[in-house]
C-alpha cells in the first residue's frame, strides 16, 4: 500500500477513497507545490477527523459538528409542524441512542425523519453520526445532518424492557421497571435559557434486585407528592442517566409513574454498622432505640434549617443517625425497622461516629404490610444487618448518645457538609447539580435551587461547587470546582 492509500485506510470516514484522492490532488494544486501528495492526505485526514469524539460522554452543547457512533436504544413518534414563512409542514423524529459511557436523543429532521418512520431504522441499530449538539428541552440533543449504519461496530448496551432495578444499564431508553415506593420528594423549580419554569422531584424504588432514585420532570414531577411510600408502581418509559457514579432512572413528558396492584418485595441489603467508618456512603438498617425531638437552627445564609436525631441498632452495633431537612418530620419512633441508605458517615459528637441522612439519602420505615423483606438474604453474613436478628437491648446507649448530640454547633456542621449553602468571610459555597447552562447557571442540591453567574462552561447533570458571593438572589461565583 501506498502512503495515500494508509493514510485513507486509518480514516473512519464516509468518504470515498476515490474521491478522498480527488481532494488529495485537488490539496496540491490549492498549495502551489508547497506541499506533496502525502502531506496533503494527512492535512486532508486531520479535518475529516475534526470534530470526532471518542464516546458520547464527550459530546458537548456549543460544539460546531461531532462526529461519533451510537446505538439506537429508542425511536419516537414523527411529528409534524408549521415552518415559519413556508407552506410545506416540517417533519421531525427524536431517536435516543447510547454508548457505554452515556445516551443522546438525536433529532432526525424531514426526509430522514420519514424514512424512519417507514422503518429504515430499528431499535438495537449501531449508528455512524455527523451532527450538532445542543442542549434540547429534555437535556443534550444532536441535530442529525447524517447517519448510516455500522453493522461492524460493537457497543456493550441493552435497550430496556421489562427491567430489574440490578440490570439497569447506562443509557437505557424506554425502560419498563416495577417497584416498591420507598421514599418521595417535594418538587422544586427552575427557571430555564428560554424564560419557562422547569419542576423536578425524586422517588426511591426498590425491588427483589435493589434500590435506585428516579427523577421526574416537568408534567411527571407532580407524582412524587401523589404517591405514598409503600405503594408498588410501574415506571413506563423510563431513561438512564448516571450522577455522581450512580445509575439514575429519569423520566420525562414521554413516561410516567402509574400504581399497580400487585406486591413487590424489597428486601434490604444493608451494611453492618460496626463496619462503618468515617467518609465512607453506606446503607444501614436496623432497629430505633431512641428519637429525640426535631429542632430547627438558623443556616449561616439567614435560612432555617431542621435536624433529628435517632439511634439505630443492628446485630453488630449502633449509631446517631442525623435526620436532615424533610427527613425530620419523618414519623420514625422506637422500635421501629428503617432503612437509611446513602448515609454519610462522619464525625460526630464526643468522637462518635454518626450517620448524616441529607438530600441525598433515603430513610424507609420498614412495613411488613407494605411487602418489604427483612430477613436476610441467604447469601450474607449474620452480621450483615439481617432485620430479625437484632440484639435486644445489648449494644449501644439508648439514651444518652442520641439526645447529646443535640446541639447548635454539631447541626451547624453537619448542616453544611450536607449540601446546604455555608457563609466565611462573605462567601457562599453550593453544591448542586447542573439543572440549566447558559446565563444564569441553575445548580439543585436536592432541596433547593441556585442561580450562578459563571463564565465556566458546565454540563447539564454534572455536580459542581461553586463559591462566590451573593448578589441580590444569584451567586456570582469566583471558583467553580
Known sequence: MG???????????????EEFREAVEEKVEQMGGLADEETAAMLLAHELNEGEVETVADVEPGMDEVKFIAKVMAIGDLKTFERDGEDEDGRVINVEAADETASVRLAFWDGQAVDIDEGSLEVGDVLRVKGRPKDGYNGLEVSVDKAEPDEDATIDVEPGDGSSIESLTMGQSD?????LLLDTDTVRTFDRDDGSEGRVSNLTLGDETGRVRVTLWDDQAGRAEELSPGTAVEVVDGYVRERDGSLELHVGDDGAVDEIDEAVDFEPDADPIEGVEIGDTVDIAGVVRSADPKRTFDRDDGSEGQVRNVRIQDATGDIRVALWGDKADKEIAPGDEVLAADVEIQDGWQDDKEASANWASTVVVLDDGANVGTAPSADTDDANAGLSSFADG???DS???AGSA???SGASATAESSGGSAQAAEQVEFTG??????????????EQTMSVETSERVQLGQEIT???????DRLDADDVF
Open 406 to 408: 443535640g446541639n447548635d
Open 3 to 17: 502512503a495515500i492509500e494508509d493514510i485513507y485506510a486509518d480514516l473512519e470516514t464516509d468518504v470515498s477513497e
Open 466 to 472: 461553586v463559591r462566590g458571593a451573593m448578589d441580590d
Open 399 to 401: 439514651s444518652g448518645g
Open 394 to 396: 445489648e449494644s449501644g
Open 175 to 179: 425502560v419498563t421497571l416495577r417497584g
Open 433 to 446: 447539580t447542573v439543572v440549566q447552562t447558559g446565563d444564569p447557571v441553575v445548580l439543585d442540591d436536592g
